[in-house]
């Protein structure tokens, strides 16, 4: 800024006369209004120029730009320099060289403003460092004012470390470099972690230099995950998997380890051109296996909880990371097909027999069906031929019903046994899965463990009573239920059903019979062995005609013997009237032969 001339005061000036007003110097009020001005600069307004601060306080900051007034600007423009200090020299932009007071107008923010891109496109380009203010948190961020353009700094810029706490930053003065412009949409985005990156790629290249397979080193936990925990080891971060956590199985890694802790990991493997690093706890730790109690064999019981579930079966921890699998046909005497869900689930503590145990190979196979007897080893006793009991629905199938005496205790009841009167062409029909039903024992399939159950047999066979009621020729009324191709079903009296042919449902006066409709049925065949009963409607009729037919011919019949002379009647007599007398002398002359 230029020094200000050195105007020397006028010698003969009267003093008393510019008391009253008066001009008594040779010099005219124009000429020393020239002389002053020439003292100031000039300025126009929405001009940028230097100024050099000279007072400050608390809330403001006083510019001198070398105009006739000094400008007032608010110290909350300064938030980005915080050190900022009497002396110093400025950019500020002139809004107004006066206002209504006579006050200069001035901003230091429109100043950054108005030069901010420049500055800022020059520092992405040139790689600058530049100071801003974070005014606020934001969605994914911060906001930071940056040459009094807001500018995103994504939470991921902040620092190398995962930031908890992003309000701690709000109001802080930080350094960053420019990383992103969007000139369309004026958009900038900053970043702090640039700054420190490249320091701690060198820290990591020296670090990772010096490790080695197998090297245990103390770290702290940075941050934990889903799927694992990342250490830092001083500059540079490991990661140690869920699973190398624990040798047991861990759901959540904070179940293991906790955030800012100390604890000493073994480096398990490390990749140098990428930089990651393979880290483990529980390999500090004998294996369980080695541990296992030598004596434990095949057939002992053993306690554990369940830690795993799938359709196949469960994995159950009977020490920690000692875990065996009980498969799902290993937790029932039953041969359904069913999931390990039915049966267990995660966090049961249970008891399981010890099927194959594998010390190499550190596997095991575990029951829990063999802690109860088979039932099938004493099926004979408790389920005996023509034993009858109470068993559970639990599938169909078109040829029958497989239902459950007991877990493990399954039969068939044949479709053909379920009912003695009823045409069944589905058990679904009869009764429903889940539902009880009384049985019978026919028969005792030991090797293949299957029963051969009946629920008919439990009451009297009622084709004993049918075959004297249904008769082959009697007539009963009956309604027909069904219509098929081949003809119709009948439900007849005592619930019984039958059969009848299209040609036998035709009615006397030509017209088909129909569904729900009540006709008399006159039975045509009777078979008690494939319970069937086959029915005809029109044979009532048509025999009706045939008797009628065989009674008119025997009428007419009747009328040609009236009609015969009375001649050959008298000859017929005589004829007969000689034999009886021929019989007589016989039987007299039998006598005669007897004496």
Same mark, same amino acid.
């Given at each position: 800024?230029?020094?200000?001339?050195?105007?020397?005061?006028?010698?003969?000036?009267?003093?008393?006369?510019?008391?009253?007003?008066?001009?008594?110097?040779?010099?005219? @009020?124009?000429?020393?209004?020239?002389?002053?001005?020439?003292?100031?600069?000039?300025?126009?307004?929405?001009?940028?120029?230097?100024?050099?601060?000279?007072?400050?306080?608390? +809330?403001?900051?006083?510019?001198?730009?070398?105009?006739?007034?000094?400008?007032?600007?608010?110290?909350?423009?300064?938030?980005?320099?915080?050190?900022?200090?009497?002396?110093?020299?400025?950019?500020?932009?002139?809004?107004?060289?006066?206002?209504?007071?006579?006050?200069?107008?001035?901003?230091?923010?429109?100043?950054?403003?108005?030069?901010?891109?420049?500055?800022?496109?020059?520092?992405?380009?040139?790689?600058?460092?530049?100071?801003?203010?974070?005014?606020?948190?934001?969605?994914?961020?911060?906001?930071?004012?940056?040459?009094?353009?807001?500018?995103?700094?994504?939470?991921?810029?902040?620092?190398?470390?995962?930031?908890?706490? *992003?309000?701690?930053?709000?109001?802080?003065?930080?350094?960053?470099?420019?990383?992103?412009?969007?000139?369309?949409?004026?958009?900038?985005?900053?970043?702090?972690?640039?700054?420190?990156?490249?320091?701690?790629?060198?820290?990591?290249?020296?670090?990772?230099?010096?490790?080695?397979?197998?090297?245990?080193?103390?770290?702290?936990?940075?941050?934990?995950?889903?799927?694992?925990?990342?250490?830092?080891?001083?500059?540079? #971060?490991?990661?140690?998997?869920?699973?190398?956590?624990?040798?047991?199985?861990?759901?959540?890694?904070?179940?293991?380890?906790?955030?800012?802790?100390?604890?000493?990991?073994?480096?398990?493997?490390?990749?140098?051109?990428?930089?990651?690093?393979?880290?483990? !706890?529980?390999? !500090?730790?004998?294996?369980?296996?080695?541990?296992?109690?030598?004596?434990?064999?095949?057939? #002992?019981?053993?306690?554990?909880?369940?830690?795993?579930?799938?359709?196949?079966?469960?994995?159950?921890?009977?020490?920690?990371?000692?875990?065996?699998?009980?498969?799902?046909?290993?937790?029932?005497?039953?041969?359904?097909?069913?999931?390990?869900?039915?049966?267990?689930?995660?966090?049961?503590?249970?008891?399981?027999?010890? !099927?194959?145990?594998?010390?190499?190979? @550190?596997?095991?196979?575990?029951?829990?069906?063999?802690?109860?007897?088979?039932?099938?080893?004493?099926?004979?006793?408790? *389920?005996?031929?023509?034993?009858?009991?109470?068993?559970?629905?639990?599938?169909?199938?078109?040829?029958?019903?497989?239902?459950?005496?007991?877990?493990?205790?399954?039969?068939?009841?044949?479709?053909?046994?379920?009912?003695? =009167?009823?045409?069944?062409?589905?058990?679904?029909?009869?009764?429903?899965?889940?539902?009880?039903?009384?049985?019978?024992?026919?028969?005792?399939?030991?090797?293949?463990?299957?029963?051969?159950?009946?629920?008919?047999?439990?009451?009297?066979?009622?084709?004993?009573?049918?075959?004297?009621?249904? =008769?082959?020729?009697?007539?009963?009324?009956?309604?027909?239920?069904?219509?098929?191709?081949?003809?119709?079903?009948?439900?007849?009296?005592?619930?019984?059903?039958?059969?009848?042919?299209?040609?036998?449902?035709?009615?006397?006066?030509?017209?088909?019979?129909?569904?729900?409709?009540?006709?008399?049925?006159?039975?045509?065949?009777?078979?008690?062995?494939?319970?069937?009963?086959?029915?005809?409607?029109?044979?009532?009729?048509?025999?009706?005609?045939?008797?009628?037919? +065989?009674?008119?011919?025997?009428?007419?019949?009747?009328?040609?013997?009236?009609?015969?002379?009375?001649?050959?009647?008298?000859?017929?007599? =005589? =004829?007969?009237?000689?034999?009886?007398?021929?019989?007589?002398?016989?039987?007299?002359?039998?006598?005669?032969?007897?004496?």
């Amino acid at each position: 800024m230029e020094e200000l001339k050195n105007i020397q005061p006028v010698e003969d000036f009267n003093w008393d006369a510019y008391e009253h007003g008066e001009s008594t110097t040779e010099v005219s @009020r124009e000429e020393q209004e020239q002389a002053y001005d020439g003292t100031l600069h000039n300025v126009t307004d929405r001009e940028v120029v230097e100024g050099k601060v000279i007072a400050m306080n608390k +809330r403001e900051v006083v510019v001198n730009i070398g105009y006739k007034s000094d400008g007032v600007i608010p110290l909350s423009e300064f938030r980005y320099n915080p050190e900022l200090k009497v002396g110093d020299t400025i950019e500020v932009y002139i809004d107004n060289q006066e206002d209504k007071k006579g006050q200069l107008i001035l901003s230091h923010k429109k100043a950054r403003a108005t030069r901010a891109w420049d500055q800022i496109n020059a520092a992405l380009e040139n790689q600058e460092i530049i100071k801003g203010f974070i005014k606020c948190r934001t969605k994914g961020g911060m906001i930071v004012d940056v040459f009094g353009i807001e500018a995103f700094l994504p939470g991921s810029q902040i620092d190398v470390k995962p930031i908890r706490d *992003y309000d701690v930053f709000v109001g802080k003065t930080m350094e960053f470099k420019v990383v992103k412009i969007n000139q369309e949409f004026k958009n900038v985005v900053v970043s702090h972690k640039a700054l420190i990156e490249a320091e701690l790629e060198q820290q990591k290249k020296e670090i990772i230099g010096k490790l080695q397979k197998g090297q245990v080193l103390e770290g702290i936990v940075k941050n934990i995950t889903s799927y694992g925990v990342f250490i830092d080891l001083g500059g540079v #971060d490991g990661l140690i998997h869920i699973t190398d956590l624990s040798w047991g199985r861990v759901n959540d890694p904070h179940e293991v380890v906790a955030l800012d802790e100390k604890l000493n990991v073994v480096i398990l493997d490390f990749d140098e051109d990428r930089k990651r690093i393979a880290l483990g !706890l529980k390999q !500090l730790t004998p294996h369980p296996w080695d541990a296992l109690d030598p004596n434990l064999k095949v057939g #002992d019981t053993v306690k554990g909880k369940v830690v795993v579930m799938a359709d196949y079966g469960a994995f159950v921890e009977i020490a920690p990371g000692v875990e065996g699998l009980i498969h799902v046909s290993e937790m029932s005497w039953s041969q359904h097909l069913r999931s390990a869900q039915d049966f267990l689930k995660v966090g049961d503590e249970i008891e399981a027999v010890v !099927l194959t145990l594998d010390r190499e190979e @550190r596997k095991m196979s575990l029951g829990i069906k063999q802690l109860k007897p088979d039932p099938w080893e004493t099926i004979e006793e408790k *389920y005996p031929i023509g034993s009858k009991h109470v068993a559970k629905v639990r599938n169909f199938t078109n040829f029958g019903v497989f239902v459950e005496l007991e877990e493990g205790v399954d039969g068939l009841i044949h479709i053909s046994d379920l009912s003695w =009167t009823k045409k069944i062409k589905h058990p679904s029909e009869f009764t429903q899965i889940g539902a009880d039903i009384d049985v019978i024992v026919l028969e005792i399939d030991k090797e293949n463990r299957r029963l051969s159950l009946g629920h008919k047999q439990l009451e009297e066979n009622p084709w004993d009573v049918f075959e004297t009621v249904f =008769t082959v020729g009697s007539v009963h009324e009956g309604q027909i239920v069904e219509m098929l191709d081949k003809g119709a079903v009948i439900a007849l009296p005592y619930g019984v059903e039958g059969f009848a042919t299209p040609k036998h449902l035709v009615k006397e006066d030509g017209t088909q019979a129909q569904l729900d409709e009540k006709l008399p049925f006159k039975v045509i065949e009777f078979n008690k062995d494939a319970k069937r009963i086959i029915l005809s409607h029109s044979r009532i009729y048509e025999d009706a005609q045939k008797a009628e037919a +065989r009674a008119e011919r025997k009428t007419k019949r009747s009328q040609k013997k009236d009609d015969v002379p009375v001649i050959q009647n008298q000859a017929a007599s =005589t =004829t007969l009237g000689d034999l009886d007398a021929l019989a007589a002398l016989k039987e007299q002359m039998e006598k005669g032969d007897d004496k």
